[in-house]
């Protein structure tokens, strides 16, 4: 496992640690009315994934990949659908498996990378379900490659990313400097921060981010054999920035039949 992938496993351990809000499962009012056909879930903060992005659900297998915290696997599971979350961090896996257990959900866990799926044979899933987290990733085009394997044909892949022009302005300034352009893309917090800036970000806890553009998350789909079918933008509550652009992205695509 790189360095990156060993230091980001001890950072989500401690941003569920800090109940950081990517961490905290769904409630059990939730699970019910899933099992009564009633969910909803986000790939980014804020916008519902549009239904029909899913099709009928009940008996389709999932893959929720870098999916952990008990948020989206277990309404999947509620709602029918056969589910395996894999994700980088243990606490993260705890989570999902905490409420399988509780209500008894057809949900396994496996700890591991996003970019290594060489635990699943090809034409696994029918769903693959990827929420804003390949920022964590170096490289993202392994992610798609092996999503596009694992994949039925006629499967789909729904991804939610970062806007590449967010990592231009510095996460931790304040008032008007947070609304200045400060950094060239592509953005990596190793290579971007100066060397004092990055020590005190690695002592904060805090994961490594890396950006990436528009052509390695759209066009990396597209090269990885996907066909895009749809897309939308978000936005978050409480930011500035948000105010000025959209800082976040869904795609859905499709992986062909033939
Ligand atoms: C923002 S959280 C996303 C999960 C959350 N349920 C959601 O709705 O967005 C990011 C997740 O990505 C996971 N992660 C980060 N890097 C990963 C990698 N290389 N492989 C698998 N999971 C990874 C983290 O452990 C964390 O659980």
Redesign the pocket.
């Known amino acids: 496992m790189s360095d990156v ?1 060993e230091y ?2 001890k950072a ?1 351990d401690h ?2 640690g800090k109940g ?1 809000e ?2 905290v499962p769904v409630s059990d009012e939730l699970i019910a009315q899933a099992r009564q056909g009633n969910w909803s ?3 980014t903060p804020l916008k519902p994934v549009p239904q029909d992005w899913f099709g009928p659900i009940a008996g389709q297998e999932i893959l ?10 277990p309404l999947f599971a509620a709602a029918g659908a056969r589910v395996t979350i ?4 243990p606490a ?1 896996l705890d989570r999902d498996r905490q409420v399988a257990e509780r209500h008894n959900l057809d949900l396994v866990t496996e700890l ?4 290594d799926l060489s635990r699943f044979p090809e034409a696994s899933f029918d769903l693959v379900f990827n ?4 920022c ?2 170096e490289d993202i085009q392994p992610v798609w490659r092996e999503a596009f394997r694992v994949l039925k044909p006629g499967g789909r892949l729904l991804t ?1 990313f970062c806007n590449p022009v967010l990592f231009g302005f510095d996460p931790d300034a304040t008032g008007e400097d947070a609304l200045r352009w400060k950094f060239r893309l592509p953005y990596s917090d190793l290579e971007s921060r100066d060397p004092a800036d990055l020590a005190r970000h690695q002592a904060s806890g805090e ?1 490594l981010e890396f950006s990436h553009s528009l052509e390695a998350q759209i066009g990396g789909q597209l090269r990885a054999g996907f066909r895009l079918l749809d897309l939308y933008e978000d936005t978050a509550e409480n930011w500035a920035l948000a105010e000025f652009f959209p800082p976040f992205l869904a795609t859905l695509s499709g992986k062909p039949e033939d």
Do not use: E, H, Y
């Open positions: 992938s980001n496993r989500w941003m569920a950081n990517w961490t879930v986000v790939l929720g990949l870098a999916s952990g915290g008990g948020q989206q696997g894999l994700d980088n961090s993260q591991g990378l996003m970019q929420p804003v987290s390949n964590f990733v939610g994961p």
